[in-house]
């Protein structure tokens, strides 16, 4: 959260995940070990980031909680993944864009807020008409 103050967090493949002009970076946890998923199948392996001894896939830094991962490394990742997204957004005409999506979030937000709504008071009506057939019976 340090290293990208204004990045959004969000729920995207089933797991917490922060955005920032495009995926930054996610996290997760198995049975038998964490996962730092860099949301890029190309930067680990053209970083230059020192990941000798470190358990790495095409995009995941896996670790125990016994031996996290350095925070020194994370900060890097995160930095380096914001300058990558940055790069991309202006490259394709980014204010525009930045704005749709800022829009676009913003109106998930409203209607997911408004289906909440609509389900609790779809609830509250079924439970009250349930009571009142319960109470009617004889």
């Known amino acids: ?10 729920m995207s493949y089933g797991i917490p995940s922060y955005r920032q ?5 996610g996290f997760g946890a198995a049975t038998r070990h964490c996962a730092f998923y860099v949301m890029s199948g190309s930067y680990l ?4 980031l020192d990941l000798a001894g470190l358990d790495t896939s095409k995009g995941t830094l896996r670790f125990t909680p016994d031996h996290p991962l ?8 995160v930095r380096d993944r914001m300058r990558e997204n940055a790069a991309r957004m202006a490259a394709k005409g980014g204010a525009k864009k930045a704005a749709k999506n800022s829009a676009r979030t913003s109106t998930k937000k409203r209607s997911s ?3 909440k ?3 609790r008071k779809a609830v509250t009506r079924s439970s009250s008409s349930t009571a009142k057939r319960r109470s009617s019976r004889p």
């Open 113 to 115: 807020s408004i289906a």
């Open 45 to 48: 392996s053209g970083s230059g």
């Open 70 to 77: 350095p925070k020194a490394l994370v900060i890097a990742i």
């Open 1 to 10: 959260r340090k290293a990208a103050p204004k990045a959004e967090e969000i």
């Open 21 to 25: 002009d495009g995926m930054l970076v």
């Open 117 to 119: 709504k609509a389900a």
